[in-house]
């Protein structure tokens, strides 16, 4: 069981390009999301899925973009790369424990630096 | 609006008990997270309390009052390895998570 796999570990882009962060988990999870941290802040939730074909908007959507065409992969694209995108961001699916919470397993993260 | 608060850096030493505190205000509330989280590495689930009271899990234990807004999360016996981030989470009442900047906890031998 590899868990919940990140890809890529680190990435450098210019303002102006895109790029895709890859995600994929293994434990047949129906829900899948992503977040940025930040130094100083809470972690936010950018896009969650609840199942294949199923994508919506969290916290903080704007200049991102999600599928999910299968249960196992939720690749997070951004469109065009600001520097307010620099952050770690990451990948994460989760299980029921009961009582409608989930307990969240995260990717080993992305770390994103916009020049 | 919604705000979860946490103390910033604690330091505590290794062997000893520590106490990290948690206030939250959410629209709604159907229970409270931790994670851990090590420097460089993604969060870890630790706990999840929805009824008042103490749950005990080893060395670690966390604590609710609801009716206060406040939660602690108590670490037993420190060993050098339990310094990390600890990262406090409120659930709201549309099952989304509301989560603090965390606590930086430094053990010194």
């Known amino acids: 069981n590899a868990g919940v796999t990140q890809t890529p570990k680190f990435q450098v882009l210019k303002t102006g390009q895109s790029m895709t962060l890859q995600c994929a988990q293994d434990m047949n999870h129906e829900y899948m999301s992503w977040y940025r941290q930040d130094p100083g802040m809470g972690l936010r939730l950018i896009h969650y899925?609840?199942?294949?074909?199923?994508?919506d908007q969290g916290e903080v959507p704007n200049g991102y973009n999600v599928s999910r065409s299968t249960t196992e992969d939720f690749p997070l694209r951004l469109l065009s790369a600001a520097p307010s995108q620099t952050s770690v961001y990451f990948c994460a699916s989760s299980y029921s424990i009961g009582s409608g919470a989930n307990v969240l397993t995260f990717g080993a993260g992305s770390r994103l630096t916009v020049l | 609006g919604q705000n979860i608060d946490q103390p910033t850096e604690m330091t505590a030493t290794e062997g000893a008990i520590v106490q990290i505190n948690c206030t939250y205000q959410t629209s709604g509330f159907n229970g409270l997270f931790w994670y851990q989280q090590h420097a460089g590495e993604a969060p870890t689930f630790l706990s999840y309390?929805?009824l008042d009271g103490l749950e005990e899990k080893g060395r670690f234990s966390s604590f609710l009052s609801r009716s206060k807004g406040y939660s602690y999360l108590l670490l037993k016996e420190l060993q050098m390895k339990d310094s990390a981030s600890y990262l406090c989470a409120s659930m709201d009442s549309n099952y989304q998570l509301i989560w603090g900047a965390g606590t930086k906890l430094i053990i010194k031998p």
């Open positions: 899925s609840v199942g294949a074909g199923i994508t």
């Open positions: 309390n929805v």
